[in-house]
């Protein structure tokens, strides 16, 4: 029976704790105080683009139904969907990632906003009404995330995209 300190060296595996170092020491050393920035300035366009696009929908449609946030929401899946492989496919930088995927999309996008209003329509009874708008919200999302990433991958095979 082995005791404590009798452990063969070639067996014993790096404590967690030293990996764990290690990659706290690695994205520490990964840092770059311009990624706040662009993450900031994609932020600011997001979330004004949310706010502008919310009160033409509520001017057009009304707000008996939360159609703002519904087309911000598809429109945020659509747009993530197409963004990431065509990111890839083009070589794009990672700061272009954290202006549009988290700074742009994580203002813009608003399943917090999505989930209040399935509530509020829940409070005013609207069950139907909330039971539509979520069973739409995730299908139409699922949907516009599949269309943007098959449209991105044709364009690129197209070779129909700048650089």
Sequence with gaps: MMQRGDEDPKTMQEPD???????????????DPRDVIAISVGGFAGANARYLLALW???????????GTWIINITGCFVLG????????R?????????????????????STFEFDTFGLCQK?????????VFS?????????YVGAVLARVLTQLGRLPN
């Design 125 to 133: 009874h609207h069950y139907f009404a909330a039971a539509g708008y």
């Design 91 to 111: 070589g794009w930088s990672d700061k272009t990632r954290l202006v549009v995927a988290i700074g742009f999309l994580g203002a813009y996008t608003t399943y």
């Design 17 to 31: 704790t030293a990996r764990t170092a290690a990659r706290s020491k690695d994205r520490k050393k990964d840092f």
């Design 57 to 67: 929908a509520a001017a057009r449609f009304g707000t008996n139904w939360p159609v």
């Design 137 to 145: 919200s995730f299908s139409m999302g699922f949907v516009a995330v």
């Design 82 to 89: 197409a963004f990431i492989p065509l990111q890839q496919a």
